[in-house]
């Protein structure tokens, strides 16, 4: 089967892995169309490079309003590149009122090859003309859809979306992510003897609930830790005032940004990782990938019940979850994994198995690659097209 793939997110090689896994699995010849232009939120153009393990075709293509995910528009004809490359399906991995994801659906009304598209919208928004339109146009025409999560699901079939879907969360390569050495001698770096490391890695931003954490620590400064922030943001500053204030400053570490291919060390060191994400009017949690990074490193999870971070956790069976925005609550969980180093090794070993069974990217490619084939598979007649 030949299958196009427009995404500008596999201008940034390493988001190509997961097509490398769809090839090696199904034998498919996979052409992706990628911004010649990409610039990254670091300010770092892209596109056009690829990653080693992918063997298929890269269209590299200039875009106008580069950097923009849902402005961005490709300058190019999709009804010749759809009629050269002669696809047996297409899958736009933008969200379904994108300017770009327009251009391809539009381009498809004559070759209508079954095509799906892709989506992280966990609140339901109403957007303005023209996107809503394009929205309900996407909707109608697809033959398939990729939500990331089931909250992501339940918006759209609310929406009135009617095809086929299958919830495709974020999969994590477990040649990077397991249990390292390494952070064991990373551990006895950052920990003094006794202490129990608990982790945070993400952005420092008031949205992911570091308020409530330093909140919760003050109520458990009695017992025996050290917290590691890796990461930078804005409310570092603020963060830093408040564990002052409260007496704690000595027992927490900034590790500032680190480097990708080090994340997995610092996961691999800590007792346990700390997710406590806040929703907002307009944000919640999406999914967490942190979460199942972390689990694959063989560490439990402490986590809100933002969006996606609990269904994560019940699935997984990695973790513990907290109300958001309630200390107490996280403080008692908090304590509990502290004084209970059996209860983290089974959560753990828990954890780690899931994630090797439902998130790794063989998994998450056998998913996405059935779902695109029982697509064409309706649209063809036919029973097996690999």
């Known amino acids: 089967m030949k299958l196009l793939v427009v995404s500008h997110s596999c201008s940034t090689p390493i988001n190509q892995q997961i097509y490398a896994e769809v090839e090696q699995l199904t034998g498919w010849q996979i052409t992706l169309v990628v911004p010649s232009n990409w610039k990254t939120e670091y300010g770092k153009t892209m596109g056009g490079e690829r990653w080693p393990a992918f063997k298929g075709q890269i269209i590299a293509v200039p875009v106008w309003r580069s950097g923009n995910v849902i402005l961005h528009a490709y300058k190019t004809s999709f009804s ?8 047996d399906a297409i899958y736009v991995n933008h969200e379904p009122y994108a300017v770009a994801t327009a251009q391809v659906y539009l381009a498809n009304r004559n070759a ?7 989506s992280c919208q966990n609140i339901s928004k109403r957007y303005p003309p ?9 909707m109608r025409r697809s033959s ?9 699901e339940t918006v759209f079939r609310n929406k009135g979306y009617a095809g086929s879907s299958a919830v495709l969360p974020l999969g994590v390569d477990l040649a990077v992510y397991h249990p390292r050495t390494q952070g064991s001698e990373l551990r006895a770096r950052l920990a ?16 992911k609930g570091l308020s409530t954490l330093v909140k919760a620590l003050a109520e458990v400064r009695d017992l025996p830790w050290r917290l590691v922030l890796v990461g930078s943001g804005p409310y570092a500053g603020p963060f830093d005032a408040e564990a002052a204030e409260l007496g704690l400053s000595d027992r927490i570490t900034h590790a500032g940004y680190i480097p990708h291919e080090q994340a997995p060390e610092y996961l691999s060191a800590f007792d346990m990782l700390v997710l406590p994400s806040e929703t907002q009017p307009n944000w919640k949690e999406q999914f967490g990938r942190v979460v199942i990074e972390a689990m694959a490193c063989g560490t439990p999870v402490l986590g809100s019940n933002s ?8 699935d997984t069976g990695g973790g513990l979850v907290f109300k958001e925005r309630d200390p107490r609550d996280l403080a008692a969980q908090l304590a509990a994994l502290i004084r209970n180093p059996a209860v983290r090794a089974e959560l753990a070993a828990k954890g780690r198995l899931a994630v090797e069974d439902r998130y790794s990217l063989p998994a998450i490619a056998r998913k996405f690659a ?13 029973d097996d097209i690999c």
Do not use: C
């Not at 969006?307 to 019940?314: F, K």
């Open 80 to 87: 010749r590149l759809l009629h050269a490359a002669s696809p």
């Open 112 to 118: 209508k090859k079954p095509i799906g598209f892709y």
């Open 130 to 138: 023209p996107f809503r339109w394009t929205e309900a146009m996407v």
């Open 144 to 152: 398939f859809f990729f939500p990331i999560s089931i909250d992501v």
């Open 192 to 207: 003094r003897d006794g202490e129990v490391l608990i982790g945070f890695v993400g952005r420092i931003v008031r949205e």
């Open 307 to 314: 969006g996606e971070i609990p269904n994560l956790i019940a």
């Open 370 to 382: 059935t779902t695109v084939e029982r697509a064409v598979s309706r649209q063809t007649g036919t």
